[in-house]
Every structure is written in C-alpha cells, then in structure tokens.
C-alpha cells in the first residue's frame, strides 16, 4: 500500500461508526473507550432506562472513569445512544454485540440473548451492506460460528463475524481496555479484518494474535479457569500450611519470588502426564497431611488421579490401535535424564507388558545401560538401536525430543503415536516461549 493509498484507508477506518449492542460492564465500557479514541459510538440496549442514563450522560454501572467518559462523548457528539436496534444496525460499519451469556441451571450457557440480538441484525441489514459483526460476548467453542450460520448466514447482506474476546475486569476495566496482556482476534479463513484490528488493537505495544474463530472463543475460559485454579490452589496449599505451624507470609513471598519456574510459563505445556522421582511422591505425602486436616480438600487431591486418568487414556489410545508389535522411542521421564522412577512412558509400557500380548522394544539414549541391568532387568532385554525397533514395530510410540529422528526412519503404513515434546506446540513462536 502506498503512503497515499494507507491514508485514504486511515481516514475510511476513522469514518467507520460502530455500534454497540448491550450497555452492561462490557458495552458501557466499550462505548465510552472507543468514543474516547475519537470513533462516533452508536449504542443501544433492550432495557429502554439504560439508554435513558446514557443520554443524560450517566453510566449504568459504577466504575471508575466510565462516567466521566460517557459524559465528554455525549457532549462532543460522539456518543450516540439510540432507542431503535434497527437504525442503529442500519448506520453502524461495525456491530459489537456485548449481551449476556449466563449459565442456564445446568450450566450450560444460554445463548438466546446472543440469538436475540443476531435476529434484530439480520432483520435490519439490507442487500450489499458490508458489515463486521464482532461478537465480544464469552461463548465456548462454536458458537460464533454456529449462531452466525443459524441467523446471520442467509441474509443478502456481506457480514464479516469475528470474536473478540474481552478481558477486561471490573473496577478497572476503563485501564484495561488500553493495558491488556495481548490483543486476540478469531476470524473465519480469508475473511479480511485489517481494518478491525486497527480500531480495536489500541496499544499496538501488546502481543497481537490473530487467529480462527474457536481458538478466540476457547481463550477466554483458559484464562479464567487458570485465575480459578490459582485462587484455589492459593487457599488450598497455605490454609494446610497454617495447620503445620508455617509462616504463610513467608513462604508465599518464597513461592511468588520464583518467577523461573512458578510464576512462569514453565509446567503450562500442554503434553504427557506429570512423572519422575519428585511430583508423585511429594503430592502422596501432601495427600497424607491432607488426610490428617478437618477442612475438606478438592483441588490438591484431584492431583494424582487426574494424572492417572491421563494414562489410563494414552493406554486406552494405544490399545484401540490393535497392534502387537510396538517400539518405545522415548522411555525416561524427560529429556537429557536417565531416571525413570514413574516415568509416564514406563507407566504405559508396564501396563502393556502386564497385558502380556505385546512385543515391545525400547530405544532412548538417554537410558544408562549399567543401571538398566541392575534396577530394570526387564527393560533391558528390550533396548535395541532405532533403526532395529522401527524395523520390528508395527506402531511406533514416540515421546521427548525423538520426532525428528524417527520420521525419516520411518517405513510407509506403519503408525506412529506421537506423546513427543511438540505434539501439541509445534509453531516456531510457541517453541520459543518454552526452550
Ligand atoms: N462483566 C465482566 O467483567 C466481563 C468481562 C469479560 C467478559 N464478559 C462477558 O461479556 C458479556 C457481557 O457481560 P456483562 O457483564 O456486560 O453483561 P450484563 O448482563 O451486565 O450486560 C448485558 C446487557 O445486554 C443487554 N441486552 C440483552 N439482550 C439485548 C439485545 N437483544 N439488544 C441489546 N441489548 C441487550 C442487557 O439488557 C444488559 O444490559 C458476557 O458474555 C460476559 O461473560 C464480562
């Protein structure tokens, strides 16, 4: 694009009116940001007295600068609260919707305001209007995708739907809206949303991650499952350290001060279970003082059996291929050590020795083969070198650092079940958050 061409583009994208569908914490705080950063703000909600307050240039809800924000819009005209959904989808570029999702009695979520509000667009849109639809409220993978096709797919209009999920937290959402961890887009494949993200990506500091629309959707709940399970851990781990006479102060400052492996990326890689000579054994002691408290005790204690559920499920994965003659391509508990006290991967290989109708050959180098005749007679009759295990196997279980060695080596049809390092994290800019 030329300098001329892009500043054609910057003054369309500033020309471009948003509106915004739901005036609850989400849209009051999205209408009063994006008014501030000089766009005109349509906005409209079905309870008729929250657009009252807005127009006389209150906030519906309480938070800080919201208010203030709402009433320099109002009087620069770029707030523009209306009381038609209808005219205010005909006149917006950009529709947010920001409505509720509750959870129904079962926990699912309702979705029928979201429905809702796609009916009320669908209705109003025209033949040839382009629109973006940027769906902001949290909904679990699909959902986009499906209430776009259910009500927005057949009308004459060209709408462009993208999730945009918000992270703002309440009592400080009007700071978040411009100092948010990264910016997250999720999109349909070739839908162009350049515009998009230059009005919504306000601090172009922070990481930008464009991606399709379920990943978007699905990174909302990562995030507040992982808030969750530290809120809960933290109660869990020092309420038991108060009833064994240590200092929580202390050892929460000594926990929190470790930022190379506790409040870290390290230990989020998504791959095999949890295994070695330490985590088990320090969580089954945990298990014993937990056994000794009066206070009930779920997270901690959901530890091991999660993880045995785990292998039971690699097990299961293995089986249900129905072949006889498998090689181990990975067997210690990680990369670069030869210890495999409860290595997950021995794990699975016993239980299939148990099963007793398998022919398995092992290869790592990284086993010590002295110790391997002394403490794991067994094992040691099944080391072979890799291109003797590939040669016999039928199905190849491969694990740590060894992908890369084994694909070439590989023959044709014969299977491989991948549990290495990079079964999951195989992009580039992945692989380097976690080396
Ligand atoms: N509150 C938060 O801190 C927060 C943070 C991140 C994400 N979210 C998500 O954002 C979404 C909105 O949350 P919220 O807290 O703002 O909800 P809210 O209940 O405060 O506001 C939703 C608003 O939508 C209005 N509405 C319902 N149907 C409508 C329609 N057809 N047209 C116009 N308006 C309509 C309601 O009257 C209500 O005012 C939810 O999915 C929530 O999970 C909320």
Request: charged residues 30%.
């Amino acid at each position: 694009m030329t300098f001329a061409t892009s500043r054609i583009r910057e003054e369309v994208r500033r020309n471009m009116r948003i509106g915004i569908l739901g005036l609850g914490y989400v849209g009051i705080v999205n209408v009063a940001c994006l008014s501030k950063e000089g766009y005109t703000v349509l906005c409209n909600d079905v309870k008729s007295q929250k657009v009252d307050r807005v127009k006389r240039g209150e906030s519906p809800i309480n938070e800080p600068k919201v208010a203030q924000l709402i009433k320099e819009g109002l009087d620069k005209g770029t707030i523009i609260p209306m009381d038609d959904p209808t005219e205010l989808i005909k006149q917006s570029d950009i529709i947010i919707t920001c409505v509720g999702t509750p959870s129904r009695p079962d926990g699912e979520v309702n979705l029928d305001y979201l429905r809702n509000v796609c009916s009320d667009i669908a209705r109003s849109v025209g033949e040839g209007d382009k629109k973006y639809v940027v769906f902001r409220s949290t909904v679990p993978p699909g959902a986009t995708e499906h209430v776009f096709n259910a009500h927005l797919s057949e009308t004459k209009a060209d709408i462009t739907p993208v999730f945009y999920p918000e992270f703002l937290r309440e009592g400080s959402a009007v700071k978040d809206f411009y100092d948010y961890g990264r910016f997250v887009l999720g999109k349909r494949e070739g839908d162009d949303v350049t515009d998009l993200i230059e009005i919504l990506h306000v601090n172009k500091e922070r990481p930008s991650f464009i991606t399709d629309l379920r990943t978007a959707e699905y990174s909302k709940y990562i995030d507040n499952s992982f808030h969750a399970l530290k809120i809960v851990f933290a109660n869990e781990i020092f309420s038991l350290a108060t009833e064994h006479g240590v200092n929580v102060k202390d050892s929460h400052a000594i926990f929190t001060a470790d930022d190379k492996l506790n409040i870290s990326k390290r230990y989020l890689r998504p791959g095999l279970p949890f295994g070695g000579s330490c985590l088990p054994k320090d969580l089954r002691e945990l298990q014993h003082l937990i056994g000794q408290s009066e206070r009930e005790f779920s997270l901690l204690p959901s530890l091991i059996p999660s993880n045995d559920a785990f292998i039971s499920s690699l097990l299961d994965k293995v089986k249900r291929k129905k072949k006889a003659k498998l090689a181990f391509i990975g067997l210690t508990f990680k990369n670069d050590s030869d210890d495999l006290r409860e290595s997950p991967m021995l794990r699975l290989l016993e239980a299939l020795r148990r099963d007793g109708s398998y022919q398995i050959h092992i290869y790592d180098e990284d086993l010590q083969m002295g110790t391997l005749r002394v403490d794991y007679p067994h094992l040691y009759s099944m080391v072979r070198p890799i291109e003797e295990c590939v040669e016999a196997a039928e199905l190849l279980i491969v694990s740590k650092r060894y992908l890369e060695t084994l694909l070439p080596l590989k023959k044709r049809g014969q299977e491989v079940i991948n549990f290495s390092d990079d079964q999951y994290l195989s992009h580039p800019e992945l692989e380097s958050l976690y080396s």
